[in-house]
């Protein structure tokens, strides 16, 4: 597979960056369980540039909660142009590519690894700023006007807690805490704004290039849709993206406050934070669900079968998240 990959941007090269030599380098990312990522390189006199290649390995399995990667190329190429830190979307893949479904975006260095955001010490002088700049940016990003972009979705608070009690329901095996977290959650559903925004739908560490001076970037676009604002709020404080930095909620590096007055600072919604911790709930639940069905359609055969297993793993981690949740908004 990776030579047909070699291949098909060898022939794609010309187009994405005039006057290349050749294809230098190309290497599969590792992470992603539902779509492949390629860093490559390519030579040119003197220079040599680098992109990222994000295509579906395979089309008969997609989420059904995912956007399309047509549809994620164009939320970033709108997001680019309103501010947004976002790779530049170079070229979406077209038949004749011979690369499948997908779109090939600009190379942003930096580091988007979680574990490492939290504690290495390179970014010690980024973190106490982090959750503020994420509140500026989700303000950012809420306040797009995605009206011209095709194939979003709109999701009603209500909708979303449906559609994971469809998921738990179709798992083989019963998950008792599953089942009593949508019944708390089916009982404090907030009301929809009466204006839905763009939702990131994945906004969270380990989805955001940073370097040492603060975020340079905003991935995985995969789960946009047009909703309540509040779920991406509740999403990044999720405690599996605090990657053991448990009393730093905001993705392990800030505190709910700083980042609530930065996104109504922004220009954001005032921030109601029951209604927050509601979707805190819904999130880690959605998480556990997305980790339970990775090991529930697990096929040890498939080229992924090693990522699934990583993340069908952690379905008992959201188990306890949810039980502690649970237990303080008792």
């Known amino acids: 597979m990776s030579e047909a990959v070699r291949a098909a941007l060898s022939a794609l090269a010309p187009?994405?960056?005039?006057?290349?030599?050749?294809?230098?380098?190309?290497?599969?990312?590792?992470?992603?369980?539902?779509?492949?990522?390629?860093?490559f390189e390519l030579a040119a006199e003197g220079e040599s540039r680098r992109f990222i290649l994000r295509r579906a390995p395979d089309v008969q399995w997609q989420s059904d909660l995912a956007a399309g990667l047509g549809t994620e190329a164009a939320l970033m190429r709108l997001a680019g142009a309103a501010g947004v830190p976002s790779p530049a979307v170079v070229h979406i893949l077209a038949p004749g590519d011979g690369l499948g479904e997908g779109f090939v975006m600009s190379f942003?260095?930096?580091?988007?690894?979680?574990?490492?955001?939290?504690?290495?010490?390179?970014?010690?002088?980024?973190?106490?700023g982090l959750a503020g700049q994420c509140g500026r940016i989700l303000a950012a990003i809420h306040r797009l006007d995605a009206g011209g972009v095709a194939g979003l979705r709109l999701k009603t608070n209500r909708a979303k807690v449906d559609a994971l009690a469809e998921a738990v329901a179709g798992f083989?095996?019963?998950?008792?805490?599953?089942?009593?977290?949508?019944?708390?959650?089916?009982?404090?559903?907030?009301?929809d704004p009466a204006r839905p925004a763009l939702v990131h739908g994945d906004f969270r560490n380990g989805n955001l290039i940073v370097g040492p001076e603060?975020?340079?970037?905003?991935?995985?676009w995969e789960l946009a849709h047009l909703g309540d604002p509040r779920e991406d709020l509740g999403w990044i404080a999720v405690n599996s993206w605090r990657f053991g930095a448990i009393d730093l909620p905001v993705g392990g590096f800030g505190t709910r406050e700083a980042l609530y007055a930065a996104y109504a600072a922004a220009g954001g919604a005032p921030v109601d934070a029951a209604a927050v911790?509601?979707?805190?709930?819904?999130?880690?639940?959605?998480?556990?669900?997305?980790c339970a069905g990775n090991a529930d359609q697990l096929d040890l055969a498939a080229a992924n079968a090693v990522e699934r297993c990583i993340i069908g793993r952690r379905a008992s981690e959201t188990e306890l998240d949810l039980l502690n949740l649970l237990r303080e908004a008792a």
């Open 108 to 128: 942003v260095a930096g580091e988007t690894l979680g574990q490492k955001i939290v504690r290495d010490p390179a970014f010690a002088e980024a973190r106490p």
């Open 172 to 191: 083989r095996e019963r998950r008792p805490v599953f089942e009593l977290a949508l019944r708390w959650l089916a009982g404090h559903v907030p009301a």
């Open 15 to 39: 187009r994405l960056a005039p006057g290349t030599t050749g294809l230098a380098g190309c290497r599969r990312l590792s992470g992603g369980a539902s779509q492949e990522t390629w860093l």
């Open 277 to 290: 911790r509601f979707f805190e709930v819904l999130g880690t639940l959605r998480w556990g669900v997305i």
């Open 214 to 220: 603060g975020v340079r970037a905003v991935l995985d």
